[in-house]
C-alpha cells in the first residue's frame, strides 16, 4: 500500500482519496443510523432533524474538500514535510492518544473562535442549523470549517511524528466520536460518569447538548477543555444520568 503512495501521482492520490472519504461517510451513516435504530429507547432528542437538499450537497462537499486536503497531506508526505516514523503497538497507542489531546485542544480553540459573533454569522451558522442532529451532521460544515480542521490536522502532523497505525487509530476515532455526537441517542453507560478518567470522554449527551445550548461544549473528544475553561454546560451530568434513567 506505501509503495502506491509513494509512486502514484496527485490524480490517483485524489481517487483513492476520495473513494475513501465516500466509503468513510456511508460507514459514518449507517452506523449513526444504527446507533439511533438499536438505542431507540436512549433517545437525547425526540426525533431527528429533517434531512435538507442543501444540506446534502453540503456534505457532499465535504467529502470532495477532505478528499483535496488528504492529497495535500500526502503531496507533504512525499516531500518530506510530514513524517511517519516506524513504531509498534505500544508507540502506536501513545501517538493515537497524543493526538487525540492535542486535536481536541485545537479545535476547542478554533470552535471557540468560530463562535465569535461575526464569525459565527459567515462559517459556523450553517452547521448550527442542525438543531437536533441526522446521520449527516457531522458532515453538513462550511467549507472553511473543513478546511480548517484539515489544515489542524496537517498542522499537527508536520510538527508530530506520527507512526501510520496511530494515525489510523486517531482517523478512525474521529469519525467514531463524531458520529457518536450527532446520533442523537446515549449509547455509553450510565456508569462512565464514575469511572476515573474515563468519565472525561466526550460523549453523546456532550456534543448534542452543544448543538441545543451552543454557548456550552466545545470540546470533541474530550471534557477536559471545557472543564478547564468553564464551559462545560452545567446540566451535563443531570441530563447524561436523566438519559439513562430507564436502565
Ligand atoms: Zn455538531
Ligand atoms: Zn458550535
Request: net charge neutral; aromatic share 16%; hydrophobic share 50%.
Amino acid at each position: 500500500m506505501m509503495e502506491f503512495f509513494q509512486e502514484t501521482n496527485a490524480f490517483g492520490a485524489f481517487l483513492f482519496f476520495l473513494a475513501a472519504n465516500t466509503g468513510i461517510f456511508i460507514c459514518s451513516v449507517i452506523f449513526c443510523w444504527a446507533l439511533g435504530v438499536v438505542f431507540s429507547k436512549k433517545r437525547i432528542f425526540d426525533s431527528w432533524e429533517p434531512l435538507r437538499l442543501t444540506e446534502a450537497f453540503a456534505a457532499l462537499g465535504a467529502i470532495l474538500l477532505n478528499s483535496g486536503v488528504s492529497v495535500a497531506g500526502w503531496k507533504l508526505w512525499i516531500e518530506g514535510a510530514i513524517v511517519l516514523r516506524e513504531g509498534g503497538l505500544i508507540g502506536s497507542l501513545l501517538d493515537c492518544f497524543v493526538m487525540i489531546f492535542a486535536m481536541d485542544l485545537g479545535m476547542y480553540v478554533f470552535h471557540r473562535l468560530a463562535h465569535l459573533p461575526f464569525v459565527f454569522k459567515i462559517v459556523h451558522r450553517f452547521h448550527h442549523r442542525h438543531e437536533t442532529t441526522n446521520p449527516i451532521s457531522l458532515f453538513v460544515l462550511h467549507p472553511i470549517e473543513v478546511l480548517g480542521f484539515g489544515g489542524l490536522m496537517i498542522a499537527f502532523l508536520a510538527v508530530y511524528p506520527m507512526t501510520l497505525h496511530g494515525l489510523l487509530g486517531y482517523l478512525t476515532l474521529n469519525i467514531v466520536f463524531g458520529t457518536l455526537g450527532h446520533s442523537g441517542v446515549e449509547p455509553f453507560p450510565r456508569k462512565l460518569r464514575t469511572i476515573p478518567l474515563l468519565k472525561y470522554v466526550g460523549t453523546s449527551t456532550f456534543h448534542a447538548e452543544h448543538h441545543e445550548h451552543p454557548k456550552y461544549n466545545f470540546g470533541f473528544y474530550t471534557l477536559i477543555w471545557d472543564k478547564l475553561f468553564g464551559t462545560l454546560d452545567p446540566e451535563y451530568n443531570a441530563r447524561f444520568d436523566g438519559i439513562r434513567s430507564s436502565e
